[in-house]
């Protein structure tokens, strides 16, 4: 009797009219999530965007200051279409932004105790020594005229590609357009979601 009477109470509270609403209430709460969640992803996206954009601008600004060509984005991408043997149109570039590799805090800090290299050409490094047996002496800041700020100038381009089901993941020198880093792995396109 008691399981009748509780069955009975379930029937009057669950009625076919409450589960329709329920269910209507379900999807129209799935459908505003859904819709937040796709504005959150967009605006996070623009924001990105938006970032990269002022890296770049900043990049550029500072190779102008230095008087530094850098390699434009079509020819970049076809250095990274060849470091990884495929052609530029068979590939999906997704992401290609300019970046100091200096201020990278783990490339900083790996380079930091070492002795400062010479990024000069050739042609610009001044003779050794004062013609007299005795070593130049590099003032306090400089490394055989050139300052430690300018050191620390590394323009790369990261780039970020895909084609066959792989993804690609390229560090290019923006001077040289020497590939610094490349790494390959399995690409689907939830991925980017």
């Given at each position: 009797?008691?399981?009748?009477?509780?069955?009975?109470?379930?029937?009057?509270?669950?009625?076919?009219?409450?589960?329709?609403?329920?269910?209507?209430?379900?999807?129209?709460?799935?459908?505003?999530?859904?819709?937040?969640?796709?504005y959150y992803h967009?605006?996070?996206?623009?924001?990105?965007?938006?970032?990269?954009?002022?890296?770049?601008?900043?990049?550029?600004?500072?190779?102008?200051?230095?008087?530094?060509?850098?390699?434009?984005?079509?020819?970049?991408?076809?250095?990274?279409?060849?470091?990884?043997?495929?052609?530029?149109?068979?590939?999906?570039?997704?992401?290609?932004?300019?970046?100091?590799?200096?201020?990278?805090?783990?490339?900083?800090?790996?380079?930091?105790?070492?002795?400062?290299?010479?990024?000069?050409?050739?042609?610009?490094?001044?003779?050794?020594?004062?013609?007299?047996?005795?070593?130049?002496?590099?003032?306090?800041?400089?490394?055989?005229?050139?300052?430690?700020?300018?050191?620390?100038?590394?323009?790369?381009?990261?780039?970020?590609?895909?084609?066959?089901?792989?993804?690609?993941?390229?560090?290019?020198?923006?001077?040289?357009?020497?590939?610094?880093?490349?790494?390959?792995?399995?690409?689907?396109?939830?991925?980017e979601l």
């Amino acid at each position: 009797m008691e399981q009748k009477g509780y069955t009975n109470w379930l029937k009057r509270i669950f009625t076919p009219r409450r589960l329709k609403l329920g269910a209507v209430l379900v999807v129209v709460c799935a459908i505003v999530a859904g819709g937040g969640a796709w504005y959150y992803h967009q605006q996070k996206m623009e924001r990105k965007a938006q970032i990269q954009q002022a890296q770049t601008r900043m990049v550029e600004y500072q190779a102008a200051q230095r008087n530094v060509q850098l390699i434009g984005v079509e020819d970049i991408k076809a250095i990274a279409a060849q470091a990884v043997g495929k052609d530029v149109a068979e590939l999906r570039f997704r992401e290609i932004s300019l970046e100091n590799k200096w201020d990278d805090g783990n490339y900083r800090n790996a380079r930091r105790d070492r002795q400062p290299r010479d990024v000069r050409p050739a042609a610009a490094a001044p003779a050794q020594g004062n013609g007299q047996g005795q070593a130049a002496q590099a003032t306090p800041g400089q490394h055989d005229g050139w300052t430690r700020q300018e050191e620390f100038f590394l323009p790369i381009y990261e780039i970020e590609c895909n084609g066959d089901g792989l993804g690609y993941e390229l560090e290019i020198n923006a001077i040289t357009g020497e590939v610094l880093e490349s790494e390959v792995e399995s690409y689907f396109i939830f991925d980017e979601l």
